[in-house]
C-alpha cells in the first residue's frame, strides 16, 4: 500500500534527498540552513557545526518522503549553532551511538560499544573527571549488546582512548554509521528514530551554546487566521537539556 503524500503548506520548502546544485534542482535540510544564513549555497555551511551537519544531512538523505518534512522546522535551529567547545563532537559521536547500538546490526554493533565507551572516557577527560562511570543513558545502552561491550573493553584494554576518534573529522564518521545503521535496522520505526536523533542532536549541540543567537525567522510558516505572526522560541529556551553526564 502506498504512502499518503506528506501534506506541505504554501511557501514552506520541500526537503529532498542529496545535493543540488541551486534551489531551482530542489534542496535538502542544510542547503536550506546554508539559504537562511545568507551563506553561498551548500550542503555543508559555516553557520552549523560540521558534526552536526553530517548528522542532518544523513538524516535528511535516509529518511522518506513524509518523514523528511517533519524536519523543515529545525533548520533554523542550526543556523550559528557552531560552538567551538572541543566537546560538541564527542557528545555528538555519544548521543548517535547510544541510539544506534541497540538496533543497529550485529556486525556493526562492536564499532558502536567502542564508540560509547571511549566517548565515556574522552568527554571525562575534557571535563577535567577521571575516565571510568558510565552515564545512565550509556549503561542502558550497553546492556542491550553485552558481547560487543565485551568486546569493546577488551580493545579499550589494549589500546586505550583515542582523542583522535573524536576529532570532528573522524566523529562525522561514526555519526553517518550510526544513522545508517538505524535505517538499516529491522524495527518498525527507523524513521521516528532518526527524526528524534536529529532533535536530539541539535539539543545537544545548543546545551554547548546556551547564548546562541535566536533562530533565523522565516517566511514558510503560515499565519493562523486569528493571529498575525508565529512566534518561534530558541533552543536554549525550550530545551535546557544536560548533554552527556
Known sequence: MSRRAPFVPDGVPVLSRGRHRSPRKGACFMEMASFLAGERWSDHPEC???????????????????????????????????????RVATALVLTTARA???????????????????????????????????SKASRAALASSPAAERWARIHLARMGFNAAAV?????????????????????????????????????????????????????WVTPSPTSTST????????????VAR
Open 48 to 86: 552549523t557545526h560540521p558534526v552536526l551537519a553530517t548528522l542532518a544531512r544523513c538524516v535528511n538523505d535516509m529518511l522518506d518522503e513524509t518523514h523528511r518534512q517533519r524536519l523543515v522546522t529545525m533548520i533554523p535551529e542550526v543556523v550559528g549553532l557552531n560552538p567551538d567547545d572541543p
Open 100 to 134: 544506534a547500538l541497540p538496533v543497529s546490526a550485529e556486525e556493526r554493533q562492536n564499532v558502536m560499544a567502542l564508540a560509547i565507551l571511549n566517548a565515556e572516557g574522552i568527554l571525562a577527560e575534557q571535563d577535567g573527571h577521571s575516565p571510568g562511570q558510565l
Open 167 to 219: 576529532r570532528p573529522a573522524n566523529a562525522a564518521k561514526v555519526v553517518a554509521l550510526a544513522v545508517d545503521g538505524i535505517a538499516r535496522a529491522c524495527v518498525d520505526d527507523p524513521e521516528e528514530r532518526l527524526v528524534r536523533l536529529l532533535r536530539d542532536g541539535i539539543d545537544v549541540v545548543a546545551a554547548f551554546a546556551p547564548l546562541a543567537p535566536a533562530p533565523t525567522p522565516t517566511t
Open 231 to 242: 512566534p518561534t522560541s530558541t533552543a536554549a529556551e525550550s530545551r535546557a537539556r544536560t
